[in-house]
């Protein structure tokens, strides 16, 4: 369920809740492929299922940039901001890659607002995002993100 937030005062009212999780989202070793290709990362543990059999996790694993950047596909399901002008990734403080996310598993985001913040022209957002993989103890992503919401 999307959470909808209306301006600013309604971020402050959010900072150090946890918003929940997305939908759980299948990572296919098609996607690890059209990544592989798309960026030249092409090492054998991403894209050699033979060869993976292997190596230390016993399958392909996705990148970790390709789990981060499912971010912004997972994180519209948790949070919706609306009344605060047009919004841009501006970047993030800490990514962590704890555990890897084997090819054909299902991940989901979880958030929560951290920090809500005001510069010239805006406001800055902190989100925690934590990355889980179904059956996994540990999580596969972690990382405080910025965006900025200008107008």
């Given at each position: 369920?999307?959470?909808?937030?209306?301006?600013?005062?309604?971020?402050?009212?959010?900072?150090?809740?946890?918003?929940?999780?997305?939908?759980?989202?299948?990572?296919?070793?098609?996607?690890?492929?059209?990544?592989?290709?798309?960026?030249?990362?092409?090492?054998?543990?991403?894209?050699?299922?033979?060869?993976?059999?292997?190596?230390?996790?016993?399958?392909?694993?996705?990148?970790?940039?390709?789990?981060?950047?499912?971010?912004?596909?997972?994180?519209?399901?948790?949070?919706?901001?609306?009344?605060?002008?047009?919004?841009?990734n501006y970047g993030a403080n800490?990514?962590?890659?704890?555990?890897?996310?084997?090819?054909?598993?299902?991940?989901?985001?979880?958030?929560?607002?951290?920090?809500?913040?005001?510069?010239?022209?805006?406001?800055?957002?902190?989100?925690?995002?934590?990355?889980?993989?179904?059956?996994?103890?540990?999580?596969?992503?972690?990382?405080?993100?910025?965006?900025?919401?200008?107008?």
């Open positions: 369920m999307t959470i909808e937030i209306n301006g600013v005062a309604e971020l402050r009212e959010h900072v150090g809740k946890h918003l929940g999780y997305s939908s759980w989202f299948k990572v296919t070793q098609d996607q690890i492929d059209q990544f592989a290709e798309a960026t030249g990362d092409r090492q054998w543990i991403h894209v050699d299922p033979e060869a993976a059999k292997s190596g230390p996790f016993g399958t392909t694993i996705a990148h970790g940039y390709l789990v981060l950047s499912l971010i912004p596909r997972l994180l519209p399901e948790i949070l919706s901001v609306n009344q605060t002008g047009i919004a841009v800490k990514i962590r890659f704890p555990a890897p996310v084997p090819s054909n598993s299902k991940i989901r985001l979880g958030a929560t607002i951290t920090e809500v913040e005001e510069f010239q022209g805006g406001i800055q957002l902190t989100v925690e995002a934590t990355i889980e993989t179904e059956n996994s103890s540990k999580p596969s992503l972690v990382a405080q993100l910025l965006y900025r919401y200008y107008g």
